[in-house]
């Protein structure tokens, strides 16, 4: 029997028909939707990355706008380079500068976020070779491994400063305390050595052969030309005020007031010899004059450079470690040959032009010129008149001088071995035959010569000799220099008289605690606040979280003077440290005699417990708070909070 067609049925199927081609028509819409979006995600990526690529290549060819340095540049730029670290710029206010050489990140590591060591990388971030950018902007910076950086910014915190203060005003500077300055001025060191030693010989030797002196002066006039370009580029640094100045017009006027005349008739009086006077063709006169006046004014501009020699010489030894004795013996024997040589070249200027000169007979007339000096002859036998008489007995005079000098010098370091460095080298004896004996461990030993370099810097004294040398106004005025910055800081002290102020200076006394060393303890009862005069330390929580580090010119737990409550945190030294405790004894010794002036302290001081009371309950709330969230959610909260 046929079926008969239901019209339910028939219902039923093309509903199912058009909801399966719904079905198609809408996941095909959303495959080309997935794939538009993908694709404008494509393209804003490609988009972004082209713009990168031409920002860094701009960056590079043209150098870059100076982006905003988070948490870096300070918030009024200075105007002068001692405004750099005063009240207004610095956040510590004026720090003491002290030459005390620290190690900072050198014993910890911090885990503070928000505070990049680098600040380079803040500047340039992204582009075309970008290693190869920042390596050669960090060479032109300043940099902790010159010798006079422990001097001049002594803290990760100074360098810090330094570098957001070259990229901010002086990019195009080199920094004096640069490792580039340092290397370049090292291998000028040795041409000026060489051609201070060379040159005179040279000219006695080939001072008629015009090409061998072309080619051999040609190069060394090049490289003076380009010190004297890379002068005009270089910021220099006042170490009797501790300053860097790289403003272009100071570093113009500074250079053409100390060696740009020199440094100029170092070049153009032998080019004038060996070009001028030869392409106009002069007569054989005035070539002979200026053979006679032009190339001595040449030797002795070389010459010029000689004191600026001997400060590299003076960085070299620090930055290699050499000891006093062989710096001073490199020096003597410089000064020796250099003096020998030049009284050589004088000699053979002199006898060139006399009737009686034989030619090529350099080594016999040097050997007249080192006679006469060491006071064993009177000169060779062309001097025959009166005047020509006169030369050799000045020669003899320098030799006597020269004699003089070499014996104090020497007299000098034989003095120095046999008092300081004897002294020196007795306590090391002293300290480690000590340390065997008593089978101490290499970390604590360590400890002890961490302690003895910080404390003695090298040079060992005996603080009870000054003590007694010195009067009780003069050790007064000391520590009040010393401490002046540091009491002024401190908010209780702000009305305080400044009669009130010199005693509690007066009261201050020094510690020191080497890395590691606990200074202030979490749960124990305060009795003393302490002054940082050097170093940096780190105030954590009782779980050791790290709360901020104070470095030179802070002060930390005031609040124990006037109230008697416990410490509420740790303070751990960073680095080595140096600091003036005041003790709570003697600050009420101060204070007997000034009850106002106490009871006003007493208020803020009770304030200020009141605010850090609360400040502490609610950062324990909120460590709660994101610790609960932490432990359902199994991974570390994104939200970082600064104390």
Known sequence: MPEQNNPGTSIMQKNSRSSAVLRSKSHHHKESKMHHTEYKTHLRDGKSKIVNLLQGFRSFVLGSKLRELPQQVPHSVPKSPSELHSNKFSPFGNDVTVNKYRQDTKYHHCTLPGEPTDVLTRYIEAGVWVGLRRSIRRALMISSKHPYTKYFAPSLYRRKEEETRQLLLYYHIIHPLSMFTFYFEMFMFFV????????????????????????????????????????????YYDNSQNVVYMKRRLIVLNYLQSYFITDILAILPQLLRTETVNRLGFNYDLKTYSTRFITPIFIAANYARYIWCLRILRQLRLYFGLSIYAYQTIRLIMNALTAVVFSVYILFTIMKFMPGYIKDSVLKHSEHVVKMLMMVSYGPPVFKQMHETVCPMIFIIIGFVFH???????????????????????????????????????????????????????HFYKESVIRNATSVALRREILLTMTQKSIEKVELFENCPVIILNKIKASLVSNIYLPGDVIIKSGTTGHCMFFILAGTVVVTTTDNKELCYLRDGSHFGEIALVVNIKRVANVIAVTACELFKLDRNHFWEVMKNHPQAYNNIKTMATERVANTSQSIADISIRDSIFSTATNRSGDKPEIAIAY
């Not at 030693?197 to 006695?204: D, K, S, V, W, Y």
């Not at 030797?205 to 890379?230: C, M």
């Not at 020196?424 to 000590?434: D, L, M």
């Open 192 to 235: 000026f050595a060489f051609k201070g030693i060379a040159n005179p010989i040279i000219l006695m030797v080939f001072h008629d052969d015009k090409q061998s002196l072309r080619a051999i002066f040609y190069p060394s006039n090049v490289l003076h030309i380009l010190l004297i370009l890379t002068s005009l580029c270089t910021g």
């Open 404 to 458: 003089l000098i070499m014996l104090i010098h020497g007299a000098e370091i034989w003095l120095k071995f046999f008092s300081k460095d004897y002294k020196q080298s007795a306590v090391y004896g002293a300290t480690e035959a000590y340390m065997r004996y008593r089978a101490l461990p290499m970390s604590l030993r360590e400890r002890i010569y961490l302690y003895l370099d910080f404390r003695y810097q090298g």
